[in-house]
């Protein structure tokens, strides 16, 4: 294989390269020899294939946390052990990380989703056991396989966009990608208390807990059979020079590229302020139904269309800023309005909590969910522009296991906080952390290596 020295020179041979079926020639400046960037149909297939299993396995992340007033009266649990449900997703991230990023650099897109997809299947087939009282532990289990499968899941956003889509496509691919885990959180906020309902009957409450577990393995095992027939690793020919110099780069090894992005300071600093950011988030979905409840009794049903408008705001932040950066390529000016928008947003969210308007709390959370949200997608591609070449699923992954760990702290604090001295001051520590982190994401050199690969190899005019 060539080194990476041997980086390939694109030249578009068809006009509207980019488009399906678009073939574009690239001749190496060192050798000479010619290779091919293509983007092909399927490509779209393949990511719907993906948001349908990032869907999956989203929905079930907040599937107790939002009806945790039903789920400890059933399970005779405490809200901590209804939070851990939330938390094990955070907690098993972390834990295998390493391991999640090495199988998606080495065994590729098809085997590493695979594994995702299955382990969502039985993790969900699992909790059809857990329907009694007494078997919380089983639906723990249950949630505890499914939440394992997503370290499957958050890397490959940036890692799909990148081996399938062209360079005038590849954010706005990323940011649909991220979409279909925010569609599964949707989902989780809004099935849960429209089907299980409280009820003073245990009866009741079990057979729609029944239902709601029916329906998530259905869906999950009908998907298992679309991935293996129809899920594809990679296309034959790159579809941009940057992934096509990638391709040509030797590789050097998991253990090395996890050195080199920790020797990256502006990464190093993305992954910080990205981490507090995701993580803030996080913490504000676990504790949101107690947080609505507290200022409106009885409106659990409302509790769960809130969280709804926040991932649904923030499913409309992901592909508008997604199309932003394939537009402007100004990662970091949108990395920073989005921060301080964010926080802004969560500042508005505080102080209108106790206005006594359901409608004025579904705006400010809609507010928040847009920006905080619609970062995610921005965050994985500056980091891929920061860190190029290096595997784009490791970069990710590593900002989602710093969002795991202090989606973990911050919702401990939080709980402790909202417990203690209630929601305005644990709202606002959440609100300082974002200010921590906007500072951080105002110092990062913004040094965009894929755009720097995109420019050196600009076409040259066909003869």
Known sequence: MANKNSATLCVELEKGAGKPGSVVKSVNPVKSKISECRVYRIRWLILFLFVLYSMANGMQWIQYSIIADVV?????????????????????????????????????????????????????IVKLFSVHPTLFYVTFIGQTIVAISQV????????????????????????????GNQVGIAAGFL?????????????????RLQLMFNIVAA???????????????????PPSPAQAAQRACEPSGF????????????????????GINVGVFYAISTLLNDVILGYFPGRQQ???????????????????????????????????????????????????????????????????GF???????????????LTYPEPEGTSSGMLNASAQIFGIAF?????????????????????????????????????????TEQVKNLPRPAV
């Not at 099935?191 to 057979?207: H, L, Q, R, W, Y």
């Not at 990256?264 to 990205?274: G, R």
């Open 152 to 179: 499957f899941i958050l890397s490959v956003p940036a890692r799909l966009a990148a081996v399938w889509f062209g360079p005038s496509e590849v954010s706005l691919a990323c940011s649909i990608g991220v979409f």
């Open 191 to 207: 099935f849960p208390p429209t089907i299980v309902a409280p009820s003073e009957n245990p009866d009741v409450v079990g057979a």
């Open 371 to 385: 920006f905080m949200t619609g970062y995610l997608p921005v965050g994985f591609e500056f980091a891929t522009e």
């Open 255 to 274: 253990g090395s590229s996890i050195k080199r992005l920790f020797m990256n300071p502006a990464y190093v600093l993305l992954l910080f302020s990205y």
């Open 302 to 368: 409302d509790a769960g269309q809130i969280g709804l408008v926040i991932v649904i705001a923030g499913m409309v932040g992901s592909i508008l800023c997604g199309i932003i950066l394939d537009r402007t390529h100004k990662f970091k000016e949108t990395t920073l309005v989005l921060y301080f928008l964010s926080l802004a947003g969560m500042i508005l969210f505080t102080f209108t909590l106790g206005s006594g308007y359901l409608e004025v709390v579904y705006f400010t959370s809609g507010v928040v």
């Open 411 to 451: 919702t401990m604090f939080a709980r402790l906080i909202l417990n203690t001295f209630g929601d305005l001051w644990s709202n606002l520590s959440l609100c300082a952390a974002l200010v921590v982190g906007a500072g951080m994401t105002t110092i990062i050199k913004c040094d965009l290596r894929r755009q």
């Open 219 to 237: 869906f999950t095992g009908i998907l298992l059979v679309l991935l293996l027939i129809f899920f594809k690793d990679a296309p034959e020919l």
């Open 72 to 124: 400890t009266k059933y399970y005779s649990v405490s809200n901590f052990a209804v939070d851990l449900t939330s938390v094990i997703y955070m907690f098993t991230y972390i834990i295998l990380i390493f391991p999640g990023s090495w199988a998606l650099d080495k065994l590729g897109l098809r085997k590493a989703v695979l594994l995702g997809a299955f382990g969502t299947c039985f993790g969900s």
